[in-house]
T-cell receptor
């Protein structure tokens, strides 16, 4: 069974640009969430989607957005990139329902120069 | 808002030593607790989780954790560490009403010397 797959794995962008990251959840998982990991702030929750609807949102500016498609695949977008957006972006998926394990992908490393 | 505190930033042990990593959370309601591990170059993997029942939880690779509600703690333990346990360990919590938003501690880097 394939795990959570994220693309691209590594990318470099320039300040002011925008970026789109993609996530394919484990087959059958309808909940997809995104986290930002940095050395200073650690792992921080960005948002969570279920059945194409955003259910939870973390404390990030509106430049961070996401969406989920009918096949549960998800994308997150960051517009007007800042140097501080350099981070590892992790996608996670789980089955619907209480008590299910959240599985993480390997992440997308974003460097903003 | 809930928060998670991991006491040690970096722990260095020799093989066969015993391990205990501290984790405290702040949230007054029902919580679910997790320990994740991130081996070098790999993705976050679940070590163990606590939802309800026996407060002593056993996970993979010989790890266990004890939930002490009165102390708001969920410490991770292993009786004898191996070099392959070198990794970063994250404690996480979510409140009972939301299964999908994890609040993580800052992580503890464990280095095991052979």
């Amino acid at each position: 069974k394939a795990g959570v797959t994220q693309t691209p794995r590594y990318l470099i962008k320039t300040r002011g640009q925008q970026v789109t990251l993609s996530c394919s959840p484990i087959s059958g998982h309808r909940s997809v969430s995104w986290y930002q990991q940095t050395p200073g702030q650690g792992l921080q929750f960005l948002f969570e989607y279920f059945s194409e609807t955003q259910r939870n949102k973390g404390n990030f500016p509106g430049r961070f957005s996401g969406r989920q498609f009918s096949n549960s695949r998800s994308e997150m977008n960051v517009s007007t990139l800042e140097l501080g957006d350099s981070a590892l972006y992790l996608c996670a998926s789980s089955l619907a329902g209480y008590g299910n394990t959240i599985y993480f992908g390997e992440g997308s490393w974003l460097t903003v120069v | 808002a809930q928060s998670v505190s991991q006491h040690n930033h970096h722990v260095i042990l020799s093989e066969a030593a015993s391990l205990e990593l501290g984790c405290n959370y702040s949230y007054g309601g029902t919580v679910n607790l997790f320990w994740y591990v991130q081996y070098p170059g790999q993705h976050l993997q679940l070590l163990l989780k606590y939802f309800s029942g026996d407060p002593l939880v056993k996970g993979i690779k010989g790890f266990e954790a004890e939930f002490i509600k009165s102390k708001f703690s969920f410490n991770l333990r292993k009786p004898s560490v191996q070099w392959s346990d070198t990794a970063e360990y994250f404690c996480a919590v979510n409140s009972g009403g939301s299964n999908y938003k994890l609040t993580f501690g800052k992580g503890t880097l464990l280095t095991v010397n052979p």
